[in-house]
């Protein structure tokens, strides 16, 4: 059964410079338990598609497609009605998240917040199930821990606080925004465990942004390949991993250490002034003169694995 399914979702912002495409003509599927990750490069337009889930962009914004969840279309829906969806049905943990929790509330305060919006209990009740949680998420003494501020805790028992807050109402879908960006890589690793250990525990949906690999590979059913704007490859993470099509993934794949350490060559588009025909064609090595005129489509070249390019075409 499909949790998400998002359809010819484009989002643009306008600014001085001109118009920016930051996701133009998205399609994904998101299944019942399924992780899917969504990896690329800093600056295409991955976590601008997470936002526009939960209508999280700023007024400026111009949406268009169509975002269902479970059948209903959210950017159709009222702000009331999103308001009883976000955190309930639909939760995010966001990057950095010092700067995402409030310095002047105490963490019980923010994690016991899902808890007395979405669940109606008294204040006393809902600080005891932040306890609850933040045990679950293995912090010690939580019901001391519960009292402090953001920054009193570490940096991996913020990150954990922050996934406590995700859960906190069992949603069905979790958008992960880079939850272990600036992390140290043994807290890195405890926390992509707890959140393995946490989503199969609950049977939640979850879509992961990530430009790290590692953790991608770790957490994922699925991967979709996002390069500026644009989903370039889709398929299983073992695919992905041992026969990646699409030579942007390959790029991608050859920079880590165990595969080569390579460098791509050239540097991702601006949003603003993409280049015609291939997204990838000014950096591309398999480049043929029709990638530099023509859009390619999503072709299906084996099972259940897409791609974008000329060369399956």
Same mark, same amino acid.
């Given at each position: 059964?499909?949790v998400?399914?998002?359809?010819g ?6 600014t ?28 295409c ?12 962009l ?50 019980g ?8 919006l ?16 933040l045990k ?15 920054h ?55 879509l ?6 590692? =953790? ?21 993470? =073992? ?9 942007y ?8 250490p ?27 090595p ?28």
């Amino acid at each position: 059964m499909t949790v998400l399914s998002i359809r010819g979702l484009k989002v643009y912002f306008s600014t001085e410079d001109g118009i920016v495409k930051a996701v133009n003509g998205v399609d994904l599927d998101i299944g019942e338990n399924e992780t899917l990750g969504l990896i690329g490069e800093t600056g295409c337009g991955k976590t601008v598609l997470g936002l526009s889930i939960l209508r999280l962009l700023s007024e400026n914004t111009v949406v268009e497609g169509e975002i269902l969840y479970r059948g209903m279309d959210l950017l159709k829906l009222s702000e009331e009605e999103m308001r009883k969806i976000r955190g309930k049905e639909i939760a995010m943990i966001f990057q950095n998240a010092l700067t995402s929790m409030n310095p002047v509330l105490t963490v019980g305060t923010q994690v016991s917040e899902p808890f007395e919006l979405h669940h109606g209990l008294r204040r006393r009740d809902a600080l005891m199930k932040a306890i609850e949680m933040l045990k679950l998420v293995r912090i010690s003494s939580p019901s001391e821990r519960v009292k402090e501020y953001p920054h009193e805790f570490s940096g991996g028992m913020r990150q954990r606080a922050m996934i406590a807050m995700g859960l906190a109402c069992e949603p069905s879908l979790i958008i992960a925004d880079e939850p272990t960006t600036g992390l140290d890589v043994t807290i890195q690793a405890q926390v992509v465990e707890l959140m393995k250990e946490l989503t199969m525990r609950s049977r939640t949906s979850m879509l992961l942004i990530t430009h790290d690999l590692g =953790v991608a590979a770790e957490l994922c059913d699925n991967i979709a390949v996002m390069y500026p704007g644009e989903i370039v490859e889709y398929a299983n993470t =073992v695919e992905i991993f041992k026969n990646p099509k699409h030579p942007y993934t390959q790029g991608f794949l050859d920079s880590l250490p165990g595969r080569g350490l390579k460098p791509m060559e050239g540097m991702s588009p601006s949003l603003i002034n993409l280049p015609e025909g291939c997204k990838f064609h000014p950096r591309c090595p398999f480049a043929l003169e029709r990638c530099k005129r023509e859009h390619p489509r999503m072709v299906e070249i084996g099972n259940n694995h897409q791609v974008r390019c000329f060369l399956y075409d």
